[in-house]
């Protein structure tokens, strides 16, 4: 199944639709997986081996604005800079448009501008792929529901299938090859007391994109194949931890489903680590606090920073421990 083929099964005749006369604008927050998205079944439509769940950070991500334009070429800026063409990022980019031209002579004129702190390796491209179809959605009137616009966001960007909401979202596999049940839901629960806090540690470029390392793992590490029911354990934990509002049972399993996924990346050939010499000494200090009895816990991406977890009640503490992180609260903005 091609992306062409989703792309048709959902707009169906509205593909045809003329775009408003006017400039679209969406937001969409970015998120963070407390269980993780590591590994695809299908390369093509990013159909995951696995569930994932993540919260959205609310305020802190990505506002698109689009518009066509008369002109032979597409102009993308990201926070007012010209995007490059050939960057990774605008490759996918350009092509993620491709499958939206009705024409060959449709071009964009696109404005992203992201509020996420670039430095934090907080992957722009879940919130930036959510929110150009947020923003499609209105310049084509397709009046597509969330769930439609999770999917198409997916083929742009696993992850993006997650920004369509705010708040604690599910992104179930599905099962079927068109992906047509691979889409992000929200789920009911609130947590008004949970914070996450960015922890910069490094700001050193990416040394191997999420996509590749990904594939790597999956195609390499031995424990790859224990991965599933590691996800189908800690999906399970983390909603019951959100329904029974029991932060020790979150924390633990996010910060152990992260490991896992960091451990699998180790085991990986090449191997791969995200670990920089402060990403560890930070773990350390996460743990040491634990040790006098501060709740705190850690996910990790793929970069070096921390999201570290813990409730209101220890903000000031974790703000005296950790000077300078970003602190959010997904719930209460
Ligand atoms: C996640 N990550 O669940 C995991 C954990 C990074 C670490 O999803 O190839 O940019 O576009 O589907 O979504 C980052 O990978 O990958 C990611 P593609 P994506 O948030």
Redesign the pocket.
Known sequence: VKKADVIHAILAERIHNAPQPIIATAFAPT?I?LC???G?RDQEL?LPETS?L?ISLAEKGTTTAIRVIDNSLDNILFNGKPIDPTSTFGRRLLAFLDLFRTKHSVHFYIDFTSNIPLAAGL?S??SGFASIVLALNQLYDWQLSLQELSILARLG????CRSLWNGFVEWEKGCQTNGMDSHGSLLPMTWPELCVGLLIVNTHEKSIS??EA?ERTKASSSFYSLWPDKVRVDLALIKEAIRAYDFSLLGKTAESNAMN?HAMMLSAWPPISYFQPETIAAMRDIWKLRQEGLEIYFTQ??GPNLKLLFLQQDLLRVKSRFAGIEVLQPFLS
């Open positions: 998120n997986a993780k998205y590591w695809k990013n994932s993540s992957a491209s879940a960007s696993g992850s993006a999420s996509r990904m996924m991406d793929a």
